[in-house]
């Protein structure tokens, strides 16, 4: 999954008219070894499907590279203060977006998590379409009862990649898709997305 295309390559969205989803939450299960996403619609449906550790990383990589270009050079530089000795560290665009992504985890407000499902039969995600602007990213996955959006604002976007952060390594898969910085730098509120739930 790269910014503007999905894990099968398919870039045009889904003609049906897609369901919104207001909440998701996410589980690991270690008999499937796969990630459980149950999800609430706006009409208070109630959808989940299995995500395999291969289309996750692909959807880390792909929030992670988008998030990135929302930083420009000149901004990161300004935002950052100089500081003298030639000592090895962040530079000044990792030391941003670590800001923003402490920042967006302070904001992230406790939810309950979308109630549990029958777990058989449940479909396995294939792709996920994502459409990435400027202020969002726009992510469809195609459900059994048609496509359904997940709209984050750049906050849910590092929220989410903190929480599947966290799976990721409650399910013992590798965590290298994260930047270095993201990895080694786990504080309260990074420690407090371990409650799964992005709304």
Do not use: C
Not at 47 to 69: E, F, G, P
Request: no cysteine; proline share 7%.
């Amino acid at each position: 999954m790269t910014d503007g295309t999905t894990d099968a390559a398919e870039s045009a969205p889904p003609q049906a008219v897609a369901r919104r989803l207001e909440r998701v939450t996410f589980d690991y299960s270690a008999t499937q070894d796969r990630l459980l996403a149950r999800m609430q619609a706006s009409d208070g449906e109630r959808h989940a499907a299995w995500l395999t550790q291969r289309l996750a990383r692909r959807l880390v990589k792909a929030l992670l590279s988008h998030l990135d270009k929302t930083v420009t050079a000149e901004q990161a530089v300004a935002a950052t203060p100089s500081v003298g000795g030639g000592t090895a560290g962040p530079g000044p665009k990792e030391m941003l977006l670590s800001f923003r992504h402490q920042a967006a985890l302070i904001k992230r407000e406790p939810s309950p998590p979308v109630a549990d499902v029958d777990t058989r039969d449940l479909p396995l995600l294939e792709s996920i379409h994502a459409r990435l602007t400027q202020h969002r990213a726009l992510l469809t996955m195609d459900l059994p009862v048609g496509p359904a959006v997940l709209s984050l604002s750049h906050d849910h976007a590092w929220q989410l990649l903190q929480i599947l952060l966290n799976i990721f390594r409650k399910a013992d898969w590798p965590v290298d898709a994260w930047p270095a910085w993201m990895r080694d730098g786990d504080s309260a509120a990074a420690r407090a997305a371990d409650t799964q739930v992005l709304h």
